[in-house]
């Protein structure tokens, strides 16, 4: 079995294990850390402090 089923299988069982409400808020962490990704990576001329600040102030969603 490959790294990549097998972290298949592993996210399947963890959402099995989980309520809707904590399936719910894992993917808008998920969202909120895309989007933060996607301002990042659009904006190079950020200074690395700029950065950190920015996922900090989302709550590290994107760390």
């Known amino acids: ?7 298949a299988l592993a996210g399947r069982a963890r959402q ?5 409400a904590q399936r719910s808020e894992m ?3 998920g969202h909120l ?6 301002v990042v990576d659009r904006a ?7 950065v950190s600040t920015l996922r900090r ?6 760390a």
């Open 1 to 7: 079995m490959s790294t990549k089923e097998r972290a």
């Open 16 to 20: 099995a294990s989980m309520t809707p």
């Open 27 to 29: 993917a808008s962490k």
């Open 33 to 38: 850390a895309a989007a933060v990704k996607a």
């Open 44 to 50: 190079p001329e950020l200074s690395p402090e700029q």
């Open 57 to 62: 102030v989302f709550g590290g969603a994107s």
